[in-house]
């Protein structure tokens, strides 16, 4: 069984879209203990078969899960079927890469499977082709993402501290978001502080530098994000963000007594709400 947990972005910048119609970005992630499940099994049939148990996403090649196990084969000239249960708990279309991150799972346990001779830094590179955040998701832990995501610099956890969730009851496209981001007027974030305060473990330098590109142009089409936000803050966040292109966001929470209590609030009128911790690296993989 594979473990294949959500992230949240600290921060996301975007800095320019690049000849190939990528966005260059630089985004500070950190990976929480939210997680599909995804179990993968042999086949004598030279196929994949992908059980995916839940009516939001699809059962074949436009799901993540089974484009990462057609590749893993091509890849490796596998021959013998995979037969993969997936078990969703992340939000989809969230902010929260759930894709990426059984995507990344696939590779890690396509690899265990089949005893390949591979390394993490060999199905990154796969895993680069299948989206923007699957080479994150396959080394998980805290890292700063750049180039148009693929580049990863691992990171130290932010010290222990509660991530408060919530997912208003809507979608968004990406796709959509990048497409109304005009990049000369948004706010961006201070990565290299960022990236400073995780170094240094300063909790409060962390809330402080805690910023979103894309918070803007999401808050535009969805007023109910900024709204949530701010829930949040007034109920005693130490810190509040949108991940990714939204909807989802997230609190950061010292006081385990603060954090329930946000928890709580939130319970009030948003239906999908979690309460979970960061993880560290190696706990991400096990
Ligand atoms: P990101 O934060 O990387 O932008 P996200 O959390 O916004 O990702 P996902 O949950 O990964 O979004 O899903 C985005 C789209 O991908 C959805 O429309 C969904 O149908 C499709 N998809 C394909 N495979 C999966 C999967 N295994 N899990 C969730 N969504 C998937």
């Known amino acids: ?142 890292a700063l993402a750049t180039g148009r995501g693929e580049k990863i610099e691992e990171l130290p956890a932010p010290p222990p501290c509660w991530v408060v969730l919530a997912k208003p009851p809507i979608g968004v496209s990406t796709k959509t978001i990048y497409q109304a981001l005009d990049i000369k007027e948004a706010h961006h974030p201070d990565t290299e502080a960022m990236v400073m305060a995780l170094r240094e473990e300063d909790y409060e330098k962390i809330c402080r530098h805690t910023g979103n590109t894309l918070e803007g142009v999401t808050v535009q089409f969805h007023p109910e994000v900024a709204q949530l936000k701010e829930h949040m803050l007034q109920a005693g966040a130490d810190a509040s963000l949108m991940s990714g292109s939204g909807p989802t966001v ?3 929470v010292e006081q385990d007594v603060k954090a329930r209590r946000i928890y709580n609030h939130l319970k009030g009128f948003c239906e999908e709400v979690y309460m979970v911790r960061v993880l560290g690296a190696k706990e991400t993989l096990d």
């Open 1 to 142: 069984m594979e473990k294949a947990p959500a992230k949240i972005n600290l921060s996301l910048d975007v800095l320019h879209k690049r000849e190939d119609g990528f966005h260059e970005v630089e985004m500070v992630m950190t990976t929480i203990d939210l997680a599909d499940r995804v179990e993968l099994s042999y086949l004598e049939e030279d196929k994949i078969l992908l059980e995916a148990e839940s009516r939001y996403v699809p059962n074949d090649e436009r799901n993540l899960a089974y484009l990462a196990a057609k590749k893993m084969k091509e890849y490796f000239s596998v021959t013998g079927g995979v037969h993969i249960k997936l078990t969703k708990h992340v939000p989809v279309a969230a902010g929260l890469a759930g894709g990426s991150s059984d995507a990344a799972a696939v590779l890690r346990g396509m690899a265990r499977l089949f005893e390949l001779d591979t390394t993490p830094g060999e199905l990154a590179q796969i895993g680069a082709q299948i989206g923007s955040d699957v080479s994150f998701c396959v080394h998980g832990g805290t």
């Open 250 to 252: 997230f609190s950061l």
